[in-house]
C-alpha cells in the first residue's frame, strides 16, 4: 500500500509544466476527437420526408443542392409556387394563396426563381414576380430552366391557342434571339418547339423541336452558338413506313456534358414500342444505351454523368433508380445495403418512388412518392452509385432484340451479325444511337460481333424472330 501511496504522491508532485504539456495534450485529442465525431455525422447520409398541405411538389433542385423549387400543378393553372431550403426543410412561398404561379427552377443563392406568373414566363426575385418579354403579343408560357448566377434563362412561349410553340431564351431579362431551323428532321414545319435546359455556364441549351409532334419530335442542343441535332442518324423509317424512332424525356446534367432521357421507337398504330434508356456525350459525339429487362426512364444526369431514373414507366406508382456500372438498381435498396437508411423508417413511405432532380455533384436528389405525392430530398455524403467517371464504368457491350429491333448497349463503334453457318448477314458502323431492323432476317439464332469506340471486342448470341 505504501508503495502504491508513494507512486500516486510522485505522480501529483510533477513539475508544473509537465503537467500543463499533458494537460494541454488530453485537450487537444479530445477536440480531435469531438471534431472527427462532429465531422462523421455532419456527413452522414440524410434522407427525409417534405410534405406539403397543398400538394405542391420539388420539381427541380439547384445546382449546388442548397434549394429546390416547385408548385402544385392542376391542368393548366399553377399555384403553390415555392422554393425550399433543403438543409433546413423552410419553405418560402412565392405568391399569396390562390394566384396563379408555377417554379421549375432556383439559383444557386436561392434568390431567384423562375417559372410562370399569371401564364406568362417570369421570375420570382426580391419578394416580387417579374414578367419577361415574349416573342408575340398575348402569348402564355413558362421559364423551365435557370443558370447558378440568375443571368440566363430557357423556356417556351405559346400563342393563346396553344398550336404554336416556341423555344425562348432570356438573358438579364431580355429576350434573346435565337437561330432554329424552320423544319424538323421530317422536313415538316417546325412550329412547336422549347428549350429544355441550360447548363450553369450558360454556353450550352437543351431543346426539342415539335416536341408534341409524335413522331417528329427532334431532339437538339446548341453549344457555344452552334446548333446540333444529336443521333439523328437513328431516326429512319423502313420502306415500308411501319417503324420511326425519337428521344423523349430529355435532360442535361448541369456542366452540360451529358444528356440523357430515353430513346423510343414504335411500329404502326402504336403497338410494340419500346423505351431504352440512353446517355449523350456532348463533347464527344458518343451515344450509348443502357439496355434492360424492363423499360426504364433515365429522368437526370450529375456533372459526372451518372444517370436517375425511374420504372415502371407509365405508372405512378414507381421505384427510383440508380444507373450502376451499366445496371438499373433500386436507390431504396442501396440505401439499405451502404448506409442501413430504412425508407420506412425515416419518411413513412414504403418506397422513395418517383426520382425527379439531382443536383451537380449527384449528391442531393429529390422526388416525390408516387402514391401520397409526398415530397423526400436525400442528402449524401459521397457519390452513391460509386462511379465518377464514366469513361472507366462498367456498361458492357450486349446485343437484345426488342420485337424486331436489335439494340446494343455500351459505347458500340461497329457490329456484325453471322448465321450459324458463321456466314455475315449484317455488317453496320454505329454513328448515332445502336438500334437496327432485324425483321428482314429469318427467325433463329444469330451471333452479334460488336467493337466498341476503344476497339475492344465482345460478341453474344441473339434469338430473331417469335419463340
Avoid at 507512486?7 to 503537467?19: C, D, G, T, V
Avoid at 403579343?137 to 443571368?151: A, D, F, I, K, L
Avoid at 400563342?159 to 424538323?184: F, K, Q
Wanted: hydrophobic share 40%; proline share 3%; glycine share 8%.
Amino acid at each position: 500500500m505504501k508503495k502504491i501511496q508513494h507512486f500516486f504522491a510522485e505522480m501529483l508532485n510533477l513539475k508544473h509544466f509537465q503537467l500543463m504539456k499533458n494537460l494541454r495534450l488530453a485537450t487537444l485529442t479530445l477536440s480531435a476527437l469531438l471534431l472527427s465525431a462532429f465531422t462523421i455525422f455532419a456527413q452522414s447520409p440524410v434522407l427525409k420526408a417534405v410534405i406539403t398541405d397543398d400538394g405542391a411538389i420539388m420539381y427541380q433542385v439547384s445546382d449546388n443542392g442548397l434549394w429546390a423549387a416547385g408548385h402544385n400543378q392542376n391542368d393548366l393553372e399553377s399555384t403553390g409556387a415555392s422554393i425550399w431550403n433543403l438543409n433546413t426543410s423552410e419553405r418560402i412561398h412565392l405568391t399569396n394563396v390562390g394566384e396563379n404561379a408555377a417554379a421549375y427552377d432556383v439559383t444557386d443563392d436561392g434568390k431567384t426563381a423562375v417559372g410562370s406568373y399569371n401564364n406568362e414566363p417570369a421570375y420570382w426575385q426580391n419578394g416580387v414576380w417579374v414578367q419577361l418579354p415574349m416573342p408575340i403579343e398575348n402569348g402564355v408560357g413558362e421559364v423551365t430552366s435557370v443558370t447558378p448566377n440568375g443571368t440566363k434563362m430557357v423556356g417556351r412561349v405559346f400563342d393563346s391557342s396553344y398550336t404554336i410553340a416556341h423555344a425562348c431564351v432570356w438573358e438579364n431579362g431580355e429576350l434573346v434571339s435565337v437561330t432554329l431551323p424552320s423544319e424538323d428532321r421530317f422536313g415538316d414545319n417546325a412550329y412547336f418547339n422549347e428549350m429544355v435546359d441550360i447548363s450553369a455556364d450558360g454556353n450550352t441549351m437543351l431543346g426539342c423541336l415539335n416536341y408534341t409532334v409524335l413522331p417528329n419530335r427532334t431532339g437538339f442542343f446548341i453549344k457555344d452558338g452552334n446548333y446540333v441535332e444529336f443521333g439523328t442518324d437513328q431516326y429512319e423509317i423502313t420502306p415500308e413506313g411501319t417503324y420511326v424512332y425519337f428521344f423523349d424525356v430529355l435532360s442535361m446534367s448541369p456542366n452540360g456534358k451529358w444528356i440523357t432521357g430515353d430513346v423510343m421507337y414504335i411500329a404502326e398504330d402504336w403497338v410494340n414500342e419500346y423505351f431504352c434508356p440512353f446517355r449523350y456525350d456532348v463533347e464527344n459525339d458518343v451515344t450509348e444505351l443502357f439496355v434492360d429487362g424492363e423499360e426504364v426512364a433515365s429522368f437526370a444526369s450529375d456533372d459526372n454523368g451518372n444517370l436517375f431514373g425511374v420504372n415502371p414507366l407509365n405508372e405512378a406508382d414507381r421505384e427510383a433508380l440508380i444507373l450502376k456500372n451499366g445496371d438499373w438498381v433500386s436507390l431504396d435498396q442501396e440505401l439499405m445495403m451502404q448506409y442501413g437508411i430504412s425508407v420506412m423508417d425515416e419518411t413513412g413511405y414504403e418506397k422513395l418512388g418517383n426520382l425527379l432532380s439531382v443536383s451537380a455533384d449527384g449528391r442531393t436528389i429529390v422526388g416525390v412518392n408516387g402514391v401520397e405525392t409526398y415530397n423526400w430530398v436525400l442528402q449524401l455524403d459521397g457519390d452513391i452509385t460509386g462511379i465518377n467517371d464514366p469513361a472507366v464504368e462498367i456498361n458492357a457491350m450486349k446485343a437484345v432484340v426488342k420485337h424486331d429491333k436489335l439494340l446494343i448497349s455500351g459505347k458500340v463503334a461497329q457490329f456484325s451479325v453471322y448465321n450459324t453457318l458463321g456466314n455475315e448477314v449484317m455488317n453496320q458502323l454505329v454513328t448515332g444511337v445502336a438500334i437496327a431492323d432485324v425483321s428482314h432476317l429469318t427467325a433463329g439464332v444469330y451471333i452479334v460481333s460488336m467493337t466498341d469506340i476503344n476497339n475492344n471486342t465482345t460478341s453474344n448470341k441473339i434469338w430473331i424472330g417469335n419463340r
